[in-house]
């Protein structure tokens, strides 16, 4: 069952932050984060396992809580780079090794 | 070093007609999976490659639709009679799949299939 991601789109101004969140009503394994650019490939940004963990990379981070299966995504002082539509993979576990993914969220930074 | 690449990039085709699309993983990924993405929504998975044998199919709509990777490195989709429906951005994703938990997936470009 495809996750849920909010918002649908946003819009900021540079410097400003931002979080998307991604829902599931199954148990996760894992969750995975992309941003696509408008006719690009989804460029991967990071993987949160079960166990609840959180993980950043330099002003973009996560967290997984496990009991709510749900993942959020933070973007703090965005700059122009961060546009794009962002998408959360959902991986069940076991031998399901495929992703199933939201819908996306879009994201505008704006000067 | 190289990323995922797939060939062609852009494939207009008619009604019908049988198309194949290529994807080269990125050297030494075990894993291979193909997606299919329409406009405004996420990837969609159609089916995952494990070495030469296709681990999972479950995601391949129809019997329209066919995968194969012969030697475990290039895979080959296969879409039969195509129908308007089929339009979609197809993604190809490679993983080394060496921890035996999870691993990230590596997206190729895609290649954009327009069935007139």
């Known amino acids: 069952q495809q996750p849920v991601q909010s918002p649908q789109a946003v819009i900021l101004r540079e410097g400003e932050d931002a979080v998307i969140n991604c829902s599931s009503s199954?148990?996760?394994?894992?969750v995975h984060w992309y941003r696509q650019k408008h006719g690009e490939a989804p460029v991967f940004l990071m993987i949160?396992?079960?166990?609840?963990e959180q993980k950043g990379h330099d002003k973009i981070s996560a967290s997984f809580n496990e009991k709510k299966q749900q993942s959020s995504l933070y973007l703090t002082a965005s700059q122009l780079s961060y546009s794009g539509t962002y998408f959360c993979g959902t991986e069940m576990g076991g031998s399901a090794r495929q992703l199933t993914f939201g819908s996306g969220t879009q994201l505008t930074v704006l000067p | 070093g190289a990323g995922v690449s797939q060939t062609p990039s852009n494939k207009v085709t008619e009604k019908g007609k049988y198309v194949e699309l290529r994807c080269d993983p990125i050297?030494?990924?075990?894993?291979l999976y193909w997606y299919r993405q329409s406009l405004g929504q996420g990837p969609e998975f159609l089916i995952y490659?494990?070495?030469?044998?296709?681990?999972?199919d479950s995601g391949l709509p129809n019997d329209r639709f066919f995968a194969v990777r012969p030697e475990g490195s290039v895979s080959t989709l296969k879409i039969q009679r195509t129908e308007r429906g089929d339009s979609a951005v197809y993604l190809c994703?490679?993983?080394?799949?060496?921890?035996?938990?999870?691993?990230?997936?590596?997206f190729g470009p895609g290649t954009r299939l327009t069935v007139l």
């Open positions: 949160l396992l079960k166990g609840g």
């Open positions: 490659f494990q070495g030469t044998g296709a681990a999972d």
């Open positions: 994703a490679s993983s080394l799949l060496d921890r035996g938990n999870t691993d990230t997936q590596y």
């Open positions: 199954k148990a996760l394994y894992s």
């Open positions: 050297s030494g990924h075990t894993a």
